[in-house]
């Protein structure tokens, strides 16, 4: 027989959900506008305590807005890290701007103040920074902030993977001009599929709302002086979001439980290190990461392939952006030599060392025994 089938990180409802997308059949509410987009909006406003929100079909349309509604253009510089996912960046290209990736640092996989600095030498005026809090786990958002305020640079915060995750108290996704987030399949709460745009600028949160749904004018005919987007989120999605949020507090805290697990479970074990935590920060947790120690001889891969044989799902960490074909053409800026890896930027060296753990909330104890005991055997013989 097959072994039960244990997950990276995949949708879990409680039943509140159904309770809002009925209301939404109830009351014919299945339209991309309604009463949950716009309670969903408050509510995750309130949640992450910041003024306003625009609850969009996906967190890439929010980053996508966030840029437009910056008024970033072709031949515009955008500082990004290399170490995410494609999404980040993939706006930047729709805006036909230009992508300046940068190298993370070791403490928190995230955008390195340090290279972000040598950024600014050599392109002195970008039109913004992307930040990202990888797995969850806040950047080193102080620092980079206060760069970015002398540089006169403003911030967008893709806090797609960290909902829910504070630094010094104050939820990621609130310290930039704009903040998102994302209801994806396997984010911390989902809606299926949707996204939110984030910011204390009323007029920006007001704009977004126009843009995504088709830019009209304010007249009886269908009247437009800018190109808009399908990007609102439905009512039935909204309703599904509020039932989630109902519970993501909870999900936090069963995804930390998981990362103190898989420490406690691995802590004899010199070779492995679980990814890093801010110390200025809560962290979500949203996937659980190892890395293995530089010259040991167990891959990433082996792991992978040892669970995935156990019907296990797991996945690498993201491949830094520099490295992939389709961004070939665009700069990437690395302090070299640093820390141990010589050869190689921290990014690429994080990945070439890592992997991301089955971080499902619903995992019970069996099934972390299981994945803990596969990886286990691997270097305890
Ligand atoms: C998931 C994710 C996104 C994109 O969100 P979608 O809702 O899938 O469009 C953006 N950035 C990061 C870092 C993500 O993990």
């Keep these: 027989m097959e072994k039960k089938r244990i997950y990276l990180s995949?949708?879990?409802?409680?039943g509140k959900e159904q309770e809002f997308v009925k209301e939404a059949f109830d009351t014919n509410w299945v339209a991309p506008l309604g009463?949950?987009?716009n309670s969903f909006e408050k509510e995750l406003a309130e949640h992450v305590n910041i003024p306003y929100a625009a609850a969009l079909s996906a967190g890439t349309a929010a980053i996508h807005l966030a840029l437009r509604l910056l008024g970033v253009k072709k031949g515009d510089i955008v500082f990004v890290p290399s170490?995410?996912?494609?999404?980040?960046?993939?706006?930047?290209?729709?805006?036909?701007?230009?992508?300046?990736?940068?190298?993370?640092?070791?403490?928190?996989?995230?955008?390195?103040?340090?290279?972000?600095?040598k950024a600014y030498d050599k392109y002195p005026n970008?039109?913004?920074?992307?930040?990202?809090?990888?797995?969850?786990?806040?950047?080193?958002?102080?620092?980079?902030?206060?760069?970015?305020a002398e540089k006169g640079t403003v911030v967008i915060e893709d806090a797609a993977e960290s909902l829910s995750s504070t630094y010094k108290g104050r939820?990621?996704?609130?310290?930039?001009?704009?903040?998102?987030?994302?209801?994806?399949?396997?984010?911390?709460?989902?809606t299926s599929g949707g996204g939110m745009l984030v910011s204390a600028d009323k007029d920006m949160i007001e704009k977004a709302r126009f843009l995504s749904t088709q830019a009209r004018d304010p007249a009886r005919h269908y009247q437009h002086s800018q190109i808009?987007?399908?990007?609102?989120?439905?009512?039935?999605?909204?309703?599904?979001?509020?039932?989630?949020?109902?519970?993501?507090?909870?999900?936090?805290?069963?995804?930390?439980?998981?990362?103190?697990?898989?420490?406690?479970?691995?802590?004899?074990?010199?070779e492995i290190a679980m990814n890093p935590l801010n110390p200025d920060g809560d962290a979500n947790n949203w996937l659980s990461?190892?890395?293995?120690?530089?010259?040991?001889?167990?891959?990433?891969?082996?792991?992978?392939?040892?669970?995935?044989?156990?019907?296990?799902?797991?996945?690498?960490i993201w491949k830094p952006m520099h490295l992939q074909p389709v961004f070939q053409e665009y700069d990437f800026i690395s302090i070299n030599g640093e820390n141990g890896c010589k050869s190689c930027s921290v990014a690429e060296d994080?990945?070439?060392?890592?992997?991301?753990?089955?971080?499902?909330?619903?995992?019970?104890?069996?099934?972390?025994?299981?994945?803990?005991?596969?990886?286990?055997?691997?270097?305890?013989?």
């Design 83 to 117: 170490l995410t996912f494609s999404a980040t960046c993939n706006p930047i290209i729709y805006e036909n701007a230009t992508p300046v990736f940068i190298d993370s640092e070791r403490e928190t996989w995230n955008i390195s103040p340090e290279a972000l600095r």
């Design 289 to 316: 990461c190892m890395t293995i120690e530089e010259g040991c001889e167990v891959t990433p891969d082996k792991i992978m392939d040892a669970l995935e044989a156990e019907n296990i799902e797991c996945r690498p």
């Design 126 to 148: 970008p039109k913004a920074v992307i930040i990202v809090h990888l797995y969850g786990t806040p950047a080193k958002i102080d620092e980079i902030m206060s760069i970015c």
């Design 10 to 14: 995949s949708p879990t409802m409680h």
């Design 350 to 381: 994080i990945f070439n060392r890592g992997l991301c753990l089955p971080s499902d909330i619903k995992n019970t104890d069996e099934d972390m025994e299981r994945i803990i005991g596969i990886i286990r055997k691997i270097f305890v013989s």
């Design 35 to 37: 009463p949950n987009v």
């Design 228 to 270: 808009g987007y399908n990007y609102r989120m439905s009512n039935v999605t909204a309703g599904i979001g509020r039932g989630q949020l109902l519970s993501l507090e909870e999900h936090k805290s069963l995804k930390k439980a998981i990362y103190k697990r898989y420490k406690e479970a691995f802590a004899d074990i010199s």
């Design 171 to 190: 939820h990621t996704g609130t310290f930039g001009k704009f903040g998102i987030y994302s209801f994806n399949g396997n984010k911390i709460i989902t």
